[in-house]
């Protein structure tokens, strides 16, 4: 049994070192780095509950500050002795939620609307690609920062106001494939079969424009993280006592200079995560755009 095995070892070897080439073909290495990150983060989003070493809120003044590798608080302190590594995960899950969201959120109207307009054309269609400029022309942020004051901040608020954050271009890619997909003999002959406009749209239509769909959503998500730090940063985002990524940059500021591993740990998770997520999206734009290959 020993002999037969150190006989099969160097196929072994061979089976897995082939088997690392392809994967590495597949996925470059700033890719393989994003997509690692990316999961890492779900991950830590998914089960920020059994990962949280401390309650957000626990209080510890003897240990106000403290720096990183403190026994106990890995990522220090903050200014009321609370554990940065525990706001931090519990951080990532609200951001995630909220980014995800969002985009989903987004996606859906915006392709609803593109399919409308493509659908009914006419006044329609008018209708829609003049909402869609309005929207690309107003400065979102702005509009936002002038919602949540008047309104007032809350979880579901901020997914909804964010959700509406670049459905202009799901609007217009969804309407010219759409009106493109149209024009080719797949469609009219599901239509000449007795097909409903709805099953067009959705099993045939759909199915063939949802890569480059997907594509856009990889770049949204990073922007409605960013947006979502933004306004937390400026107060009008997530509200004490939750907490998020940019919530955290933004109490962390007050202690740039005495302790600075409040507002960089969070600082750190944002750049991170946007690079990989448009890592991501490019490697996606690549595998899944026929013209490309």
């Known amino acids: 049994m020993a002999l037969t095995d150190l006989a099969a070892a160097p196929e072994r070897a061979r089976r897995g070192a082939g088997l690392f080439r392809r994967v590495r073909r597949l996925l470059p290495g700033t890719v393989a780095f994003g997509v690692v990150w990316l999961a890492a983060m779900i991950v830590v989003a998914l089960f920020a509950d059994l990962l949280r070493p401390y309650a957000i809120t626990q209080m510890d003044l003897s240990y106000r500050l403290a720096p990183p590798l403190t026994p106990?608080?890995?990522?220090?302190?903050?200014?009321?002795?609370?554990?940065?590594?525990?706001?931090?995960?519990?951080?990532?899950?609200?951001?995630?939620?909220?980014?995800?969201?969002?985009?989903?959120?987004?996606a859906v109207f915006g392709t609803t609307l593109g399919f409308l307009a493509a659908r009914f054309r006419g006044v329609c269609e008018h209708v829609v690609?003049?909402?869609?400029?309005f929207q690309a022309a107003l400065p979102f942020l702005i509009m936002s920062l002038a919602v949540l004051a008047f309104f007032g901040s809350s979880m579901v608020l901020l997914v909804c106001l964010m959700g509406f954050y670049g459905w202009e271009r799901y609007a217009r890619i969804a309407?010219?494939?759409?009106?493109?997909?149209?024009?080719?003999?797949?469609?009219?002959?599901?239509?000449?079969?007795?097909?409903?406009?709805?099953?067009?749209?959705?099993?045939?239509?759909?199915?063939?424009?949802?890569?480059?769909?997907?594509?856009?959503?990889?770049?949204?998500?990073?922007?409605?993280?960013?947006?979502?730090?933004?306004?937390?940063?400026?107060?009008?985002?997530?509200?004490?006592?939750?907490?998020?990524?940019?919530?955290?940059?933004?109490?962390?500021?007050?202690?740039?200079?005495?302790?600075?591993?409040?507002?960089?740990?969070?600082?750190?998770?944002?750049?991170?995560?946007?690079l990989s997520i448009s890592l991501v999206g490019d490697w996606l734009r690549d595998r899944l755009d026929p013209t490309i290959r």
């Open 129 to 133: 690609v003049m909402l869609a400029d």
């Open 175 to 274: 309407r010219g494939l759409a009106i493109s997909a149209g024009a080719q003999g797949y469609a009219a002959a599901v239509v000449q079969l007795g097909g409903s406009p709805a099953r067009v749209y959705l099993r045939h239509i759909l199915p063939n424009v949802a890569s480059t769909l997907i594509v856009s959503m990889t770049l949204t998500f990073p922007e409605i993280i960013l947006m979502e730090s933004g306004l937390s940063f400026l107060g009008l985002g997530v509200q004490p006592p939750e907490t998020s990524l940019g919530n955290m940059v933004g109490f962390g500021r007050e202690y740039l200079t005495t302790a600075p591993w409040i507002m960089l740990a969070p600082a750190v998770v944002i750049s991170l995560t946007t």
């Open 72 to 106: 106990g608080h890995w990522l220090g302190t903050d200014e009321l002795g609370r554990d940065v590594l525990s706001r931090l995960i519990q951080s990532v899950r609200v951001s995630f939620v909220i980014a995800f969201g969002a985009t989903i959120l987004s």
